[in-house]
């Protein structure tokens, strides 16, 4: 379907959604938070969609945050509505997908930027990417999930320098603290992505399914994670895809997974 403010291309059941408003940092305004809820139900619904990459366009941002022109207008109720909206229709709902989604940060991802790339599975970043939640500077907190999602990658006290500074840091420091998984050059950057997404693609999708959603039970120290696991575990032998994946190995040949 064609965005205004996505650029979307579907190719090898990899999803790739680019925010693209380069002129200004592809900063999150309402029709861009509009029309990546609509991209995430694409990913959602489309079974020809294994799983997405989320990137930014231009060589400067993946996202330089929540658009900042729209805040003057907005009062608390306004406020809390933008947050609320925000993270069930966009970012709640990437971190729930069933279906991998990987952020692959291009540069600055900031506030709205650094949390969008945060409720993905897991990032790869080029090395000229710079992470940071600023909203200090604007007399705000994160308000699409930064305090929580940030303290679970990071831990408390880190989390606790870079929201209270409002300090960016750059790609090395960001894998050094966990907030990405790779570092690579602005070149490689989706090709790497698209690799592991093979990877990942290869697999039995609900099974890959059912350890998203018990991984994200666990970041949020919820209660009986083991017993989940357990119950996870025992319907995964009900699928087709359990009992090809152990034919397959006996039968020393590759499992051809078909999602059922
Ligand atoms: N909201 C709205 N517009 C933004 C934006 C944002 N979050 N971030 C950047 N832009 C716009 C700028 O206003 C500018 O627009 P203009 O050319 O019409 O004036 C354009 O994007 C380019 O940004 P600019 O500031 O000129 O680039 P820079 O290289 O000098 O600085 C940043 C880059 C990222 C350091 C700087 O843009 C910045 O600090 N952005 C805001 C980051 C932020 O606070 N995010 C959290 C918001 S809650």
Do not use: W
Not at 36 to 49: M, R
Not at 75 to 87: C, E, N, P, T, V
Not at 227 to 247: C, N, V
Request: proline share 3%.
């Amino acid at each position: 379907m064609p965005y205004q403010t996505l650029l979307t291309e579907l190719a090898d059941n990899i999803f790739t959604i680019t925010i693209n408003r380069p002129d200004k940092l592809n900063a999150l305004n309402k029709i861009v938070i509009e029309e990546l809820s609509e991209a995430i139900n694409e990913i959602y619904t489309n079974t020809e969609i294994k799983s997405a990459i989320l990137t930014g366009s231009g060589a400067k941002a993946f996202v330089a945050g929540a658009d900042i022109s729209e805040f003057l207008t907005l009062d608390s109720k306004g406020g809390k509505a933008l947050a609320q909206k925000g993270q069930e229709n966009v970012f709640d709902k990437i971190e729930n997908s069933p279906k991998p989604i990987i952020a692959a940060v291009n540069g600055f991802a900031l506030g709205g930027g650094c949390e969008l790339a945060m409720a993905c599975h897991f990032r790869l970043a080029s090395d000229n990417a710079k992470f940071g939640q600023p909203e200090v500077n604007l007399g705000l907190i994160p308000g699409y999930g930064g305090t929580q999602r940030l303290t679970q990658l990071i831990g408390k006290g880190k989390a606790m320098e870079l929201i209270l500074t409002g300090n960016m840091i750059d790609a090395n420091e960001a894998f050094r603290l966990g907030l990405v998984n790779h570092v690579t050059t602005p070149v490689n950057l989706l090709a790497e992505t698209k690799k592991i997404l093979q990877t990942i693609s290869s697999k039995a999708p609900l099974a890959i399914a059912e350890a998203i959603s018990l991984i994200n039970h666990a970041a949020y120290g919820n209660e009986n994670g083991l017993q989940k696991e357990i119950e996870s575990f025992g319907k995964l032998f009900d699928t087709s895809d359990a009992k090809e994946g152990a034919t397959a190995f006996l039968e020393k040949r590759k499992a051809s997974f078909t999602g059922k």
